[in-house]
């Protein structure tokens, strides 16, 4: 099993800058592939960002690609998510996700976060 805690949510204005973390615990963190994940009230999870095991690899959504980044730190076991210039639309409740059992960008993965909420007005 896995527990992941995200944090670091809350209010920007556009423009601004929000930083999100997931602590994780519970079976080897650096063996999987961490996710990013966000819901809008009224739409499906939409795939964020994620980075592999060995965080050698990233791959964006393209609505947050250059304004977003995902890093991770294994010996912490965290990952984070850092979100600049954000835009009204950015507003979600952000997740972050463990294992994909699929593809990448499918919100197929084993392991989830409570969420947390983020709110950017104009």
């Known amino acids: 099993q896995v527990q992941l805690v995200e944090s670091g949510g809350g209010s920007a204005q556009a423009g601004g800058s929000l930083r999100l973390s997931c602590a994780a615990s519970?079976?080897?963190?650096?063996?999987?592939?961490m996710g990013w994940f966000r819901q809008a009230p009224g739409k499906e999870r939409e795939f964020v960002a994620v980075?592999?095991?060995?965080?050698?690899?990233?791959l964006y959504a393209e609505s947050v690609k250059g304004r977003f980044t995902i890093s991770r730190d294994d010996a912490k076991s965290t990952v984070s998510l850092q979100m600049n210039s954000l835009k009204p639309e950015d507003t979600a409740v952000y997740y972050c996700a463990a294992e994909a059992r699929g593809r990448y960008y499918d919100p197929s993965y084993a392991y989830w976060g409570q969420g947390t909420q983020v709110t950017v007005s104009s």
């Open positions: 519970g079976r080897t963190f650096s063996s999987y592939a």
């Open positions: 980075i592999t095991w060995s965080g050698g690899n990233t």
